[in-house]
Nanobody, 124 residues
Framework: QVQLAESGGGSVQEGGSLRLSCAAS????????MGWFRQRPGQEREGVARIEHGGTNTDYSDSVMGRFTISQDIVKNTIYLQMNGLKPEDTAMYYC?????????????????WGQGTQVTVSS
């Protein structure tokens, strides 16, 4: 089992920035990647960014490429999502995940552990 605890969500004006954090514990060695997914109102969950567990390989969805940056602190077993240039369409519940396979597609990620989610609201 992997336990994930997110923090850092909130409300911000369009163009602003937020940084999400996710502290991981438990059997994190069983996951090849850590990532962030989000669920916008009325839509399905979608992959936003992922990073190779203990490595540097990253991947982003087209909608956030160039604005969001995922990183990790291996010592603290924590991952981060720096979100810049936020847009109203980024409004969503953001979930930290531990992924069996390094994919931004739910169907391709294998076993997924989920955090409880943190709300991000961007107003225009």
């Amino acid at each position: 089992q992997v336990q994930l605890a997110e923090s850092g969500g909130g409300s911000v004006q369009e163009g602003g920035s937020l940084r999400l954090s996710c502290a991981a514990s438990g059997a994190t060695w069983s996951s090849n990647c850590m990532g962030w997914f989000r669920q916008r109102p009325g839509q399905e969950r979608e992959g936003v960014a992922r990073i190779e567990h203990g490595g540097t390989n990253t991947d982003y969805s087209d909608s956030v490429m160039g604005r969001f940056t995922i990183s990790q602190d291996i010592v603290k077993n924590t991952i981060y999502l720096q979100m810049n240039g936020l847009k109203p369409e980024d409004t969503a519940m953001y979930y930290c995940t531990a992924l069996q396979y390094c994919s931004l597609r739910l169907q391709g990620a294998g076993r997924i552990y989920w955090g409880q989610g943190t709300q991000v609201t961007v107003s225009s």
